[in-house]
């Protein structure tokens, strides 16, 4: 089993940057498929992106499109989130998730389709 621990979070201005790491230590990183979710204070989980294991098939959820960009380097075991174009409705916690199955066109997005999970990261954009 994976362990994952996230990075990068801080408190930024609108219209600004960030990138987030999730590391993973424990197994093989390519036998990985790997996501970031996000929760905001008073609402549930959502899918912000995920990733094949050696990024053949990426997938972002319509809020982030074009803004974010999900990155995986095996060789550093290591997952990244690129933010750009931040917004205050992006402020929430940031979580890393892992599984070993393959995720689909139809499992992607869902949190069950992935049994590994860090302790996440609180990334907080002010207008």
């Known amino acids: 089993q994976v362990q994952l621990k996230e990075s990068g979070g801080g408190l930024v201005q609108a219209g600004d940057s960030l990138r987030l790491s999730c590391v993973g230590s424990?197994?093989?990183?390519?036998?990985?498929?790997m996501a970031w979710f996000r929760q905001a204070p008073g609402k549930e989980r959502e899918f912000v992106a995920a990733s094949t294991y050696i990024s053949i098939r990426t997938y972002y959820a319509d809020s982030v499109k074009d803004r974010f960009a999900i990155s995986k380097d095996n060789a550093k075991n290591t997952v990244y989130l690129q933010m750009n174009s931040l917004k205050p409705e992006d402020t929430a916690v940031y979580y890393c998730?892992?599984?070993?199955?393959?995720?689909?066109?139809?499992?992607?997005?869902?949190?069950?389709?992935?049994?590994?999970w860090g302790q996440g990261t609180q990334v907080t954009v002010s207008s």
């Open positions: 998730a892992a599984d070993r199955h393959l995720i689909t066109d139809n499992s992607y997005a869902r949190e069950r389709s992935y049994g590994t």
């Open positions: 424990g197994r093989t990183f390519s036998d990985y498929c």
